[in-house]
């Protein structure tokens, strides 16, 4: 059985700066053990699987996966995974692009629109936020090697994956932490920071790095869960703006920009989408 797949790069214009996602399409027939496998062999931090939708307002169902579990609800793959299916819908007899995608996953259905050179989700209802508890910001700092006065605020920014965030002084504070690995197991961190000095024509700006303590940990290059999570934090406490930039993936070299945008109730989470690999995958 062969089905169709896609590698595209999410969150960045410059060539494998963004963060990757690898996208099978057509994947109704493969079990949850196949879909298991080929996100553990793709070694990506996730893997999408487009199917048809169960719900009547959805234009297409996706799942999850990373190479070790499945997930709810997760921004890149939220955008890869529209990319991908406008692109084959637009080229197919389905009829032109559309301005409104719905996409239904474990978390519900989500809105994407089109943007100026990408696309934007509206950011998921949080299923975990407030202070972290004493024992919760210990650990968090133990294992980003901060001490309190290093930081501002610790809260619980959740929308699936599980985040804990710090807020830290500004952006230097954010690239200056070398995480102790050993002790991050176990733990999702997101880290913010504003720019002092923003750069040049692009408003207010963050810096954000998402640490994640599986075994073994790694940084997330460009993380869209993460970014609407902080964003509903930060603009409804006033410590942000109702518009800004978001960079991502500064420490390990990448050049993720993610748009931040209140509109209505509404917080949309937008990038550039690119694909870098089209083909098919053996099974």
Not at 147 to 172: C, F, K, M, S
Not at 212 to 234: H, K
Request: proline share 6%.
């Amino acid at each position: 059985m062969k089905l169709h797949f896609q590698q595209v790069d999410v969150f960045s214009t410059e060539p494998f700066k963004g963060n990757p996602l690898a996208v099978v399409t057509g994947a109704d027939s493969l079990t949850d053990a196949q879909m298991a496998a080929i996100a553990n062999w793709t070694n990506l931090s996730e893997t999408s699987f487009l199917l048809k939708p169960s719900s009547p307002e959805a234009d297409y169902r996706v799942r999850i996966f990373t190479p070790h579990s499945e997930l709810p609800f997760a921004g890149h793959p939220t955008l890869g995974s529209a990319h991908v299916w406008q692109t084959l819908s637009h080229t197919s007899e389905k009829g032109p692009e559309k301005d409104l995608i719905v996409q239904e996953c474990a978390a519900g259905l989500v809105p994407i629109r089109k943007l100026a050179g990408g696309l934007a989700f509206a950011a998921p209802p949080r299923r975990r936020c407030g202070p972290a508890s004493e024992e919760e910001r210990n650990r968090a700092l133990q294992a980003l090697r901060l001490n309190a006065d290093d930081v501002l605020d610790i809260q619980w920014a959740d929308n699936g994956p599980g985040w804990l965030v710090l807020h830290l002084t500004d952006r230097e504070a954010v690239l200056a932490i070398q995480p102790d690995w050993a002790a991050l197991v176990g733990q999702k961190l997101g880290v913010v920071g504003k720019w002092e000095k923003e750069p040049a024509a692009s408003g207010a700006c963050f810096e954000v790095r998402a640490l994640v303590g599986e075994n073994p940990g790694y940084e997330d290059p460009v993380t869209g869960s993460l970014n609407a999570s902080i964003a509903q934090w930060l603009i409804e406490s006033g410590k942000a703006p109702e518009r800004y930039t978001a960079f991502q993936g500064t420490a390990l070299g990448r050049a993720g920009r993610v748009s931040i945008e209140k509109q209505g109730d509404d917080i949309w989470v937008g990038g550039a989408v690119v694909t870098r690999i089209d083909g098919t995958i053996a099974l």
